[in-house]
C-alpha cells in the first residue's frame, strides 16, 4: 500500500514557475512508476507527465513538453513536478499517482494502469 500526498500548488502569474511535490510513504516506493496527472474544472483527468522507477526518459503530454519536468528522490519517497512557464491552460487540479512496476524500467500515459493516487492539489496561473 503506498499513500500518496501532493504540495506545492498554488496561484501565479503566466510565464511563472512553481514545483510540486509528491511524497510517498508505504514500502517500496523506489519500485513504482510515478506520474501526474490534472483535471481542469469540466474536462476529463488527462496526462501530464510519467517516471520509472529509476528516473530514467521520463515521458511528457506534447502540451508541456519542454515546460515541465519530472523527476524523483527515491531517498526521500518524492517525486516531483518542475513547471516553468505556465499558462492559463495549465490551471487545474494536479494529481500524483503510482503503480508497482516492480522495478522494470516501465511507465504509463493511462490512469487505469495506476493503483494509488493522492488527493491532489490546485493550481491557478492567472494571465
Known amino acids: 500500500q503506498v499513500q500518496l500526498v501532493e504540495s506545492g500548488g498554488g496561484l501565479v502569474q503566466a510565464g511563472g514557475s512553481l514545483r510540486l511535490s509528491c511524497a510517498a510513504s508505504?514500502?517500496?516506493?523506489?519500485?513504482?512508476?510515478m506520474g501526474w496527472f490534472r483535471q481542469a474544472p469540466g474536462k476529463e483527468r488527462e496526462f501530464v507527465a510519467a517516471i520509472s522507477w529509476n528516473g530514467g526518459n521520463p515521458i511528457y503530454a506534447d502540451s508541456v513538453k519542454g515546460r515541465f519536468t519530472i523527476s524523483r528522490d527515491n531517498a526521500k519517497n518524492t517525486v516531483y513536478l518542475q513547471m516553468n512557464s505556465l499558462k492559463p491552460d495549465d490551471t487545474a487540479v494536479y494529481y500524483c499517482?503510482?503503480?508497482?512496476?516492480?522495478?522494470?524500467?516501465?511507465?504509463?500515459?493511462?490512469?487505469?494502469?495506476?493503483?494509488?493516487w493522492g488527493q491532489g492539489t490546485q493550481v491557478t496561473v492567472s494571465s
Open positions: 508505504g514500502r517500496a516506493f523506489s519500485s513504482y512508476a
Open positions: 499517482a503510482a503503480f508497482n512496476a516492480y522495478n522494470m524500467g516501465v511507465m504509463s500515459d493511462n490512469a487505469y494502469e495506476y493503483d494509488y
